[in-house]
């Protein structure tokens, strides 16, 4: 069984703080993501990365980082922490996309952050 | 702008009602399709997929969507909903020109009361 784990299921934060978030896959993915999911929205991907210390900005990149020094590895930073990015923010891990081959990607628990 | 539109936003239903939730896309050319589900407390996990064949894809607990390409629809279907589906659903896509990414709809969520 594919496991994504993350380094906290709840978290509250302080205006300005800096924020790490922390994920973990088993399975050896290449790919790695970050969503946020909000009421309405949807998930709405933050970041991705393809390959150890490769990263790519997904369509909310804004007022985010992330770090990959580790295949396994995929953390999210907020820089200065916002109330506007109170949140679910979700992990998912894949292996690379191939053509007709089939492809999934795996969840973690989320992490619910309240920045206040 | 290309997306993924699920028009039900909520959707209430007694058991054994029949269900279809709706996803549309506007992406053209080759697009995978899937549906997750996120029940109350727990990881989103896949419900089904479709990536070539029969358009008709089966799923876990009942599911099945119908892939119809003329009109750019992957709705999700269940002929008698229990109490144990309440949960969110959302469809997704992996567009042909960005294979990198899932593009997710908004959700669907259900409530099945007894």
């Known amino acids: 069984d594919v496991k994504v784990t993350q380094s906290s299921r709840y978290l509250v934060k302080r205006t300005g703080e800096k924020v790490f978030l922390e994920c973990v896959q088993d399975m050896d993915h290449e790919n790695m993501f970050w969503y946020r999911q909000d009421p309405g929205l949807g998930l709405r991907l933050i970041y991705f990365?393809?390959?150890?210390?490769?990263?790519e900005k997904g369509d909310i990149p804004e007022g985010y980082s992330v770090s990959r020094e580790k295949k396994e590895r995929f953390s999210l930073i907020l820089e200065s922490a916002s109330t506007n990015q109170t949140s679910m923010y979700l992990c998912a891990s894949s292996l690379e996309l191939v053509p007709d081959i089939t492809y999934e990607q795996y969840f973690g628990p989320g992490t619910r952050l309240t920045v206040t | 702008a290309q997306s993924v539109s699920q028009h039900n936003h909520h959707v209430i239903l007694s058991e054994a009602a029949s269900l279809e939730l709706g996803c549309n896309y506007s992406?053209?050319?080759?697009?995978?399709l899937f549906w997750y589900v996120q029940y109350p407390g727990q990881h989103l996990q896949l419900l089904l997929k479709?990536?070539?064949?029969?358009?008709l894809v089966k799923g876990i607990k009942g599911f099945e969507a119908e892939f119809i390409k003329s009109k750019f629809s992957f709705n999700l279907r269940k002929p008698s909903v229990q109490w144990s589906d309440t949960a969110e659903y959302f469809c997704a896509v992996i567009p042909p020109s960005d294979t990198d990414k899932l593009i997710f709809g908004t959700g669907t969520r259900l409530q099945v009361f007894p």
């Open positions: 992406y053209g050319g080759t697009v995978n």
């Open positions: 479709y990536f070539s064949g029969d358009p």
């Open positions: 990365s393809y390959d150890v210390k490769m990263k």
